[in-house]
């Protein structure tokens, strides 16, 4: 069974940083595209960045310059760190993890809660 636990979420003020973590059981992070999705209230949950099993790394235009995801396999965690935040950046943020076989496979966490103040 696929767990995927998010970490490391919280309240900052605009300029500030945090960095998220998401803790996987059951699934290798290096045989998934892992990513980082947000939703805000009101709003569709959107991709923030995705590391693909090659290593491969890809950011929404809005995060690009000041948030990087990592990958650690021997601990097998994603991480997701975010600089420069803005109070747009405030959202439940989720982990990821995406496989490809006969069909698509999504597994998520639970998200954690990230409140950028102005």
């Known amino acids: 069974q696929v767990h995927l636990v998010e970490s490391g979420g919280g309240l900052v003020q605009a300029g500030g940083s945090l960095r998220l973590s998401c803790a996987a059981s059951?699934?290798?992070?290096?045989?998934?595209?892992m990513g980082w999705y947000r939703q805000a209230p009101g709003k569709q949950r959107e991709l923030v960045a995705s590391?693909?099993?090659?290593?491969?790394?890809n950011y929404a235009d809005a995060v690009k310059g000041r948030f990087t995801i990592s990958r650690d396999n021997a601990k097998n965690t994603v991480s997701l760190q975010m600089n420069s935040l803005n109070p747009e950046d405030t959202a439940v943020y989720y982990c990821?993890?995406?496989?490809?076989?006969?069909?698509?496979?999504?597994?998520w966490g639970q998200g954690t809660q990230v409140t950028v103040s102005s």
């Open positions: 590391i693909t099993l090659g290593g491969s790394t």
């Open positions: 990821n993890a995406m496989r490809f076989g006969l069909v698509r496979v999504d597994y």
């Open positions: 059951g699934i290798a992070v290096s045989s998934a595209r």
